[in-house]
């Protein structure tokens, strides 16, 4: 079992900055990708962002070039740096882990955080 837990939402206005961090417990050992996904109301949830343990790394194309997912695999941590935040940022961004190789179906959630982006 993996135990997955956010922190770091909040309130920010518009082209502010925020961190995502999500700390990984338990079986940690058999994580491969990790990823960032969000839900904003009436929508369905989608990739933000992921990372294998190798770190090759993939997003969302709204949040090219503003968003950067990294992980401290020393730390069981994987982080969500956001910059140049939009209005339609505004979500609960979960984390996710997934065993096996690839982005889609992770297999463990964390309870999510919610991001909200004043315009």
């Known amino acids: 079992q993996v135990q997955l837990v956010e922190s770091g939402g909040g309130l920010v206005q518009a082209g502010g900055s925020l961190r995502l961090s999500c700390a990984a417990s338990?079986?940690?050992?058999?994580?491969?990708?990790m990823a960032w996904y969000r839900q904003a109301p009436g929508k369905p949830r989608e990739l933000v962002a992921a990372i294998t343990s190798g770190g090759t790394t993939t997003y969302e194309d709204s949040v090219k070039g503003r968003f950067t997912i990294s992980r401290d695999n020393a730390k069981n941590t994987v982080y969500l740096q956001m910059n140049n935040l939009k209005p339609e940022d505004t979500a609960v961004y979960y984390c996710a882990a997934r065993l096996s190789s690839g982005w889609a179906d992770p297999d463990y959630w964390g309870q999510g955080t919610q991001v909200t982006v004043s315009s």
């Open positions: 338990g079986s940690t050992f058999s994580i491969n990708s």
